[in-house]
Every structure is written in structure tokens, then in C-alpha cells.
T-cell receptor, first 108, second 116 residues
Framework: GEDVEQSLFLSVREGDSSVINCTYTDSSSTYLYWYKQEPGAGLQLLTYIFSNMDMKQDQRLTVLLNKKDKHLSLRIADTQTGDSAIYFCAEWDYKLSFGAGTTVTVRA | GAVVSQHPSRVICKSGTSVKIECRSL??????MFWYRQFPKQSLMLMAT?????????EQGVEKDKFLINHASLTLSTLTVTSAHPEDSSFYICSAGAPVGGQPQHFGDGTRLSIL
């Protein structure tokens, strides 16, 4: 079965880097995703990585995947107040399984 | 721009009413769409997989007769909450797309359903 875990809260100072961690158990996952959700809104796809990749960088976002340890991380460089939101990691194996979400708070 | 459109964004209605929520894929054809429910400050719970031209596949514990899903075309899936009661109040979100060739799941903006 699928089980995705992530820490619940992260507080970071504006301008610093944020790192959100996620672990999963399904070794047959083909894609792993990061989504952002702001209050009252749907999910915004931030980035995704194919399971045979180790790293993917897209502007301020860097995704690292350690397939051996089933560990996924999202690094946000130069974190801004607009980055305050809930971040969900998710794995795909014919359907998406979500973690509980990490609430990121950016303080001035 | 949005690739998945969900309507309505908010519904407030009386207990016993049936409510229909639409999910449309705008730029692509989606043979499969997914319906989720999200409680406050919680993650998304998959309710069902909507399959174009065939019956939906429901997750364990989800009442098929309460949450009717119709996927009549390659761009439209509907979720009807039948005879809604206050405990059905929630945030419902749909998604479409499948990682074929790298295409990721895109989500609608969600529907806030409040049953009085």
C-alpha cells in the first residue's frame, strides 16, 4: 500500500532557503510530485520528478530524490512571503497518494 | 492558465438537496479523472476514479449511491452529492491528466460545499 509522510510545519525567515522533506513507501512509484495549496484554493502543481531522476531544478525550486531511501525533498531558494502555504508531496502509481502536507510560514 | 476547470467554486444549500459539481479538462482529453475530498487542515482523500465511458471506481468507505460520478465525455466528469446533509460539507477537488509522456495531474480550484 501507499504511505507518504512529511513533517507538518516549517518556519523560515524571508530570504532563507526552505527545505521540505517527504518519505514514501511504494517502490513502484513512477512520478513524485510537489503541490502548493493556498488557503481556500485548489492545488497548484509546483514540480514533479520521474523516479529514475536524482535531481530536478526549476528556477527557485530544487527537487532531490533518493530512491534507495525513498526520500524526496523540495528546496525553495530565497523564500518569499508569497511562498507561505501548505505543500503536499505525492507519489503516483496509477493514482496519487498524498502526504499530510507541510505548512510553511515565512516570517519577516 | 488553468488546464482543469471546476464549477461551481462554492455552494451553500439546504439539507436534502442534491448538488452537482463539474470538472472539465480544458486543453486535453482525459480518459481518467479523480475526485478528492479535503477536510479542514487535512490532506486530500481520494474518493473515486472516474473513467470515461465506464463506471467509476470508488475507494473503500465511499458510498457509491451518495456520490454519483458520471464521465460522459473525454473532457467532463461530474460528481453529484445526492440528498446532501451537513456531514457532507467539505472541500471537493477534481484532478485530470495522467503521467503518460510526463503529463502530470492538474487540479481544479475546488468546490466548497456547505450544507445547512
Amino acid at each position: 500500500g501507499e504511505d507518504v509522510e512529511q513533517s507538518l510545519f516549517l518556519s523560515v525567515r524571508e530570504g532563507d532557503s526552505s527545505v521540505i522533506n517527504c518519505t514514501y513507501t511504494d517502490s513502484s512509484s513512477t512520478y513524485l510530485y510537489w503541490y502548493k495549496q493556498e488557503p481556500g484554493a485548489g492545488l497548484q502543481l509546483l514540480t514533479y520528478i520521474f523516479s529514475n531522476m536524482d535531481m530536478k531544478q526549476d528556477q527557485r525550486l530544487t527537487v532531490l530524490l533518493n530512491k534507495k531511501d525513498k526520500h524526496l525533498s523540495l528546496r525553495i531558494a530565497d523564500t518569499q512571503t508569497g511562498d507561505s502555504a501548505i505543500y503536499f508531496c505525492a507519489e503516483w502509481d496509477y493514482k496519487l497518494s498524498f502526504g499530510a502536507g507541510t505548512t510553511v510560514t515565512v516570517r519577516a | 492558465g488553468a488546464v482543469v476547470s471546476q464549477h461551481p467554486s462554492r455552494v451553500i444549500c439546504k439539507s436534502g438537496t442534491s448538488v452537482k459539481i463539474e470538472c472539465r479538462s480544458l486543453d486535453f482529453q482525459a480518459t481518467t479523472m479523480f475526485w478528492y475530498r479535503q477536510f479542514p487542515k487535512q490532506s486530500l482523500m481520494l474518493m473515486a476514479t472516474s473513467n470515461e465511458g465506464s463506471k467509476a471506481t470508488y475507494e473503500q468507505g465511499v458510498e457509491k449511491d451518495k456520490f454519483l460520478i458520471n464521465h460522459a465525455s473525454l473532457t467532463l466528469s461530474t460528481l453529484t452529492v445526492t440528498s446532501a446533509h451537513p456531514e457532507d460539507s467539505s472541500f471537493y477537488i477534481c484532478s485530470a491528466g495522467a503521467p503518460v509522456g510526463g503529463q502530470p495531474q492538474h487540479f481544479g480550484d475546488g468546490t466548497r460545499l456547505s450544507i445547512l
